[in-house]
């Protein structure tokens, strides 16, 4: 098991001359990883967002995220092309199928 531990904390102030305000966020998290295998993860995670503004247009809102993540990771690597073919001649004659063009 491993264990994750997340903040931050963001100021956005716009000065434009359209808009003029400022914005707070507030984001807080936890999580937890577990490894049965070594090709399996599952992680659980939870975060806490908070969100004000000083202008009355924007709502303020709080919000709670739950997840959950499996990632698998493959024993062997995929090979688009078997490491058994032969030579580079055999590979391009596969790919291109030129031992199949004949001319006339």
Do not use: C, H
């Not at 903040?7 to 049965?36: C, H, I, Q």
């Not at 499996?70 to 024993?75: A, D, I, K, Q, R």
């Not at 078997?82 to 030129?98: C, M, Q, V």
């Amino acid at each position: 098991f491993s264990t994750q531990l997340t903040g931050s904390y963001t100021k956005d102030m716009f000065d434009d001359p359209d808009v003029n305000r400022v914005d707070d966020t507030l984001e807080a998290g936890a999580g937890l990883t577990w490894t049965p295998w070594t090709w399996m993860n599952i992680n659980l995670d939870y975060t806490f967002t908070d969100f004000s503004s000083d202008d009355e247009l924007m709502e303020k809102y709080q919000e709670n995220r739950g997840t959950i993540k499996m990632t698998l990771y493959p024993v062997k690597p995929p090979r688009m092309i078997s490491t058994s073919t032969g030579n580079r001649a055999d590979i391009e004659s596969k790919i291109f199928n030129t031992d199949k063009v004949t001319d006339k």
